[in-house]
């Protein structure tokens, strides 16, 4: 069975600091990796998607993506407490159009 | 405005009713998908569908039908045959090309009791 894994926290952080979600994979196919933000009760909402390894970044987000360990990582940059929510990680193999999802990490950021 | 527009946005049916999700996109993807998610669970994927007239089972597609006569409408039938509907339906669609991401509505949640 291939999977996505997340620790579902809830990970807490202060107002201003650098949260740092993480996400590993078991599929070595797997070749484009998305991360999507849920608020409670919402549907979920691309953030970034990454398939090169090395980072990306794109304002206070950092996706970053080490194909030989296996594990995807979203770094925010100045958390805000309008960041709580919980980030969804999900992967693609090359040859498919499915997505497959993680459970999420439950993010809180304390004013 | 493009986007996604699932209906209704809560529904509640008795249980031995089937019951229609609808799902319109006029972002002009010719990939759409229906995921079921339960409280505190990540998303299951229900059925998807590349192209007009053609759709594939998911993970959890029992109890589920699905057509897809139009590019724009992917409508999904929740069935008596499902053993525990009750749950927020999520209806996504993506391009082809680039990363093949998948954008999301804003979801059903459907209680049947």
């Known amino acids: 069975q291939k999977e996505v894994e997340q620790n579902s926290g809830p990970l807490s952080v202060p107002e201003g600091a650098i949260a740092s979600l993480n996400c590993t994979y078991s599929d070595r196919g797997s070749q484009s990796f998305f991360w999507y933000r849920q608020y409670s009760g919402k549907s979920p909402e691309l953030i970034m998607f990454i398939y090169s390894n090395g980072d990306k970044e794109d304002g206070r987000f950092t996706a970053q993506l080490n194909k030989a360990s296996q594990y995807v990582s979203l770094l925010i940059r100045d958390s805000q407490p309008s960041d709580s929510a919980t980030y969804l990680c999900?992967?693609?193999?090359?040859?498919?159009?499915?997505?497959?999802f993680g459970s999420g990490t439950r993010l809180l950021v304390r004013p | 405005d493009g986007g996604i527009t699932q209906s209704p946005k809560y529904l509640f049916r008795k249980e031995g009713q089937n019951v229609t999700l609808s799902c319109e996109q006029n972002?002009?993807?010719?990939?759409m998908y229906w995921y079921r998610q339960d409280p505190g669970q990540g998303l299951r994927l229900i059925y998807y569908?590349?192209?007009?007239?053609?759709?594939q089972k998911g993970d959890i597609a029992e109890g589920y039908s699905v057509s897809r006569e139009k590019k724009e409408s992917f409508p999904l039938t929740v069935t008596s045959a499902q053993k525990n509907p009750t749950a927020f339906y999520l209806c996504a669609s993506s391009p082809s090309g680039r990363g093949y991401e998948q954008y999301f509505g804003p979801g059903t949640r459907l209680t049947v009791t």
């Open positions: 972002l002009n993807h010719d990939a």
């Open positions: 999900a992967s693609r193999m090359d040859s498919s159009y499915k997505l497959i």
């Open positions: 569908s590349q192209i007009v007239n053609d759709f």
